[in-house]
């Protein structure tokens, strides 16, 4: 190889490389630990982020719906733009308090009042239990006896009470503890709230100006071809997130009307609340709705057990029609990935990272499957267009 100027840097690049990964595999530990550091520092600033790209979508829906964003490019006038930026996004903010609001005033009353009920069945069900008892018992003897010889055995109460103080001074003590530390976690979760909240806001009234610089900076700092690369993943990235997000809404509110409906013509009790509250939980892809179906079950188990049984059946057959047709066809359409691929990215998903790898593998995969389909699409047709070529006529003397 010739060692010119350009091959030294090169090979420099590539020794720098290799001896920093090595570094990095022998203090592995340490940079994870680092790494986690540092995202807890960053954290109210992350999730700042994540809020105000949710509430972009409203945002957006209602500058354009309103105030005829697109339409105020061609022609700018900059005090409507002012306002209408202003106003888009405080509608956004209402809108998502209301809907959690709606959820919040319909489920919480209706679930206090099914407490209540089953506070006060406690006392008759602890009676029946015991006659029930009594009649088993009076039915085996051999019980009675049994317990008889359980009565016959030495208990040590001196050591049994020994062990009740270490356990209760112990347990006062970690029980200060885990108040203190349960205290410092709710104050210090809901300053970082507020801080994410006003983090959010700030992104969104000057996203423009923020997108423009992030632009310029990669721009600066990168050559032509990497840059329009990036530039195209991002740019897939935010277009398959806002799709999925609004698809995923789409779909949970298609459900909580099947369960509304449903429920509504078989005469079960609660159909509004459970819809809406299956509906809310169904933004969790695929299970988020058994939360809404527990809930549920609980709520008609206390009046009445056969209901509640028939109740899950319906959950199940309109969950699998949901899981497995609804779900696939309306988030699959809106990210533009097939239906089978829907159902992979969320059982890997699922699998490596929980609830948060169910929300975010949909649109991830979906941006590889379009980048692949684009790169083996170009190699094909180059393929084709190569064939097709005729050969360069042979050279004469």
Not at 261 to 271: C, E, H, L, N
Not at 294 to 312: E, I, Q, R, S, Y
């Amino acid at each position: 190889m010739n060692l010119n100027r350009k091959n030294l840097r090169k090979v420099r690049g590539l020794i720098l490389f290799t001896a920093l990964m090595v570094l990095a595999l022998m203090k592995f530990d340490l940079l994870c630990s680092m790494a986690v550091f540092l995202v807890g520092i960053v954290r109210p600033f992350i999730i700042g982020g994540m809020i105000a790209f949710v509430i972009n979508i409203p945002m957006s829906f209602f500058e354009n719906r309103l105030f005829g964003k697109e339409k105020q490019k061609a022609r700018p006038n900059k005090l409507l733009l002012k306002c209408s930026r202003g106003i888009s996004l405080a509608l956004a903010y209402l809108a998502v308090i209301l809907a959690v609001t709606l959820v919040l005033v319909t489920v919480i009353p209706q679930l206090a009042g099914t407490i209540r009920v089953l506070t006060n069945k406690i006392p008759a069900f602890w009676d029946s239990m015991i006659s029930q008892l009594e009649v088993i018992f009076a039915a085996n003897p051999e019980l009675i006896q049994l317990l008889n010889e359980y009565e016959e055995l030495e208990i040590d109460w001196k050591a049994l009470t020994d062990t009740v103080v270490r356990f209760l001074q112990n347990g006062v003590g970690s029980m200060l503890g885990s108040t203190f530390s349960v205290a410092s976690s709710i104050i210090s979760s809901t300053v970082n709230f507020f801080i994410s909240l006003i983090f959010s806001i700030y992104i969104l009234a000057q996203k423009e100006r923020l997108g423009n610089q992030f632009d310029r900076v990669l721009k600066a700092y990168t050559n032509h071809k990497l840059y329009k690369s990036t530039r195209k993943v991002l740019t897939l990235l935010n277009r398959n997130f806002s799709n999925f997000i609004t698809g995923q809404c789409t779909e949970a509110v298609i459900l909580g009307l099947m369960f509304v409906v449903s429920m509504t013509i078989f005469r079960f009790d609660y159909a509004v609340m459970i819809g809406v509250l299956i509906a809310f939980t169904a933004l969790i892809p695929i299970v988020g709705a058994f939360i809404g179906c527990f809930v549920g079950a609980f709520l008609m188990l206390v009046d009445d057990p056969v209901k509640a049984f028939w109740f899950v059946v319906l959950f199940i057959v309109l969950q699998q029609v949901e899981g497995n047709l609804i779900y696939p066809h309306v988030v699959g359409n809106s990210v533009g990935l097939p239906s089978i691929w829907v159902l992979a990215a969320v059982t890997i998903g699922g699998s490596l990272m929980g609830i948060l790898g169910m929300l975010i593998f949909i649109p991830l995969l979906s941006t590889v499957y379009i980048l692949l389909r684009e790169d083996v699409n170009r190699k094909n047709h180059e393929e084709i267009r190569h064939r097709e070529e005729p050969a360069a006529p042979p050279k004469t003397d």
